[in-house]
């Protein structure tokens, strides 16, 4: 069966004026659905034929890989990000968070380092690591934490370009401030909940 | 110091309507300004800061992650602003062009084979045309701001050509649609740099 585009779980001009209707629309109807697109192309006749997308990821590389893990990177991103978000984490990850980083300050200013010399298209992402720890992790293209055994995603900043090239230009740390007053603490709950 | 930050070799609107003049000024006042601010940063005080940009990068694997992102930066948007004009026009030499056939078949099919490695290139990057060190001619891409030149290149050799596939090189005007970028990129493409540059790599 072939992948379908998940919809956004908000409408495209929800998360203005942090991030644009204009850049979901391309973002959204675009490039997440392009890998979509692709990865239906690629599958038929192979391997990965009838797997899950997670499954996939993990057991694939080359195009099947990027594809695969670009359509689950943007889905999870996607649902990082609420008109309702922002501001401090609530509940068991802000106890986590003040755990492991000291403060939520001090989390997101090694949080906004790691994301804004990540070079290139790429992700931060803050994960629960096979320790049980909290850990910022950096991945290039369409890398993903899902292939990391352990690992579980808790959430996630796209640093490609084109997330944030119709809003702010070059300017990503303007974008990553963005970022912040859109994140879905509740959705990073459920994800630390597991 | 020897490094320095040009000028673009003509306006920010001369490679209209291929390459929008917004882009061109974003590209070169802030991407690129900025990898050259960094790559100076990382070398001040240091020996590298007397040394040709070319031999950094040949010896690259040998410095920071800053000297290759900002290094290679640098030096490949020298090569992607020379790789186009606004000149039409513009003709490969006759050794170029029988260098082309003869690795190609024709002209027609190398631009095919290197449209194919810019828009499948999966990610920032850039693509390249190459002469290689036993003088043939390639087309390879390289990930971020990594060049040809660089020891850590899987296909080594002195660029002759450059399209930079980084979105910020055609977010603005073309958005997801490389192709696009890459059709509008050839027609801007200054024949006459690529020329100079494969005699002198061909020496």
Redesign the interface.
């Known amino acids: 069966m072939a992948f379908e585009l998940p919809a956004l779980p908000y409408a495209k001009d929800a998360l203005e004026p942090h991030i644009s209707a204009e850049t979901l629309d391309?973002h959204h109807g675009?490039?997440h659905n392009?890998y979509v697109q692709k990865l239906n192309g690629l599958i038929p006749g192979t391997e990965f034929e009838g797997k899950e997308l997670e499954e996939i990821i993990k057991t694939s590389s080359g195009?099947v890989f990027?594809n695969a893990a670009q359509i689950w990177n943007h889905t999870f991103y996607w649902h990082c990000l609420s008109p309702n978000g922002g501001g401090a984490p609530t509940g068991a990850v802000a106890d986590a968070i003040n755990a492991k980083f000291g403060s939520f300050e001090k989390f997101q200013e090694e949080f906004n380092t790691a994301a804004v010399n990540n070079?290139?298209?790429s992700w931060t992402w803050l994960v629960k690591n096979a320790a049980g720890e909290l850990e910022i992790v950096n991945t290039?293209?369409?890398g993903c934490p899902l292939t990391d055994a352990g690992v579980t995603p808790l959430l996630t900043v796209d640093l490609?370009?084109?997330a944030y090239?119709?809003d702010y230009?070059?300017a990503r740390p303007t974008y990553l401030d963005a970022f912040w007053k859109l994140v879905n603490w509740e959705f990073v709950n459920q994800n630390l909940a597991g | 110091m020897i490094h320095h930050f040009d000028d673009l070799p003509y306006a920010y609107d001369a490679l209209e309507p291929a390459i929008d003049e917004q882009t061109m000024r974003i590209h070169h006042l802030k991407h690129h300004k900025t990898y050259y601010d960094k790559f100076i940063a990382a070398i001040e005080g240091t020996d590298l800061a007397s040394a040709p940009l070319t031999e950094i990068l040949k010896n690259v694997s040998q410095y920071s992650p800053a000297v290759r992102n900002h290094g290679g930066g640098y030096y490949n948007h020298i090569v992607y602003w020379h790789s186009m004009t606004p000149a039409t026009h513009t003709q490969p030499s006759d050794a170029l062009l029988s260098a082309i056939n003869q690795q190609y078949g024709s002209m027609e099919a190398f631009k095919n084979e290197f449209t194919q490695a810019a828009v499948g290139h999966f990610g920032s990057g850039f693509a390249w045309l190459l002469v290689t060190k036993q003088g043939e001619l390639a087309i390879s891409t390289t990930a971020n701001q990594d060049n040809p030149l660089m020891d850590v290149a899987q296909i080594q050799g002195t660029p002759i050509l450059a399209c930079d596939v980084w979105e910020h090189a055609y977010y603005l005007k073309h958005q997801n649609q490389r192709p696009a970028y890459v059709e509008d990129w050839w027609k801007v493409v200054n024949w006459d740099y690529v020329s100079e540059q494969f005699a002198k790599a061909s020496q």
Do not use: D, L, M
């Open positions: 391309f675009k490039h392009t195009g990027n070079f290139g298209s290039s293209n369409a490609w370009e084109h090239y119709i230009r070059n």
